[in-house]
């Protein structure tokens, strides 16, 4: 089966940076998007961050200038860059691929923004 390889999660103080990257146990995917979701208990799970086949990206409001998305087109890895993080970001953070067949999901890391 297909899983997702997140890594990048962990603690780090406001205004600091973290990257998070995902990338999926095969290359064999026709991927028409992928992206980065969060949820905090009790909230909607939002999307804040995707981009597409042909680069086109989508950024939340609330990371818009702050966050980037790239993408390993060789890989099929996404790469989220944070900086300028805030304690709102504070969240569990999923990677989502959009594929000719189906959706996927990783299992989530977290994401811990405090002094």
């Known amino acids: 089966q297909v899983q997702l390889m997140e890594s990048g999660g962990g603690w780090v103080q406001p205004g600091g940076s973290l990257s998070l990257s995902c990338a999926p146990s095969t290359t064999a995917l026709a991927i028409y998007s992928m992206g980065w979701y969060r949820q905090v208990q009790g909230d909607q799970r939002e999307m804040v961050a995707r981009?597409?086949?042909?680069?086109?990206?989508s950024y939340a409001d609330s990371v818009k200038g702050r966050w980037t998305i790239s993408q390993n087109k060789a890989r099929n890895r996404v790469t989220l860059q944070m900086n300028s993080l805030k304690p709102e970001d504070t969240a569990v953070y999923y990677c989502k691929i959009n594929s000719r067949v189906r959706d996927y999901w990783g299992q989530g890391t977290q994401v811990t923004v405090s002094s």
């Open positions: 981009i597409a086949v042909d680069g086109s990206t």
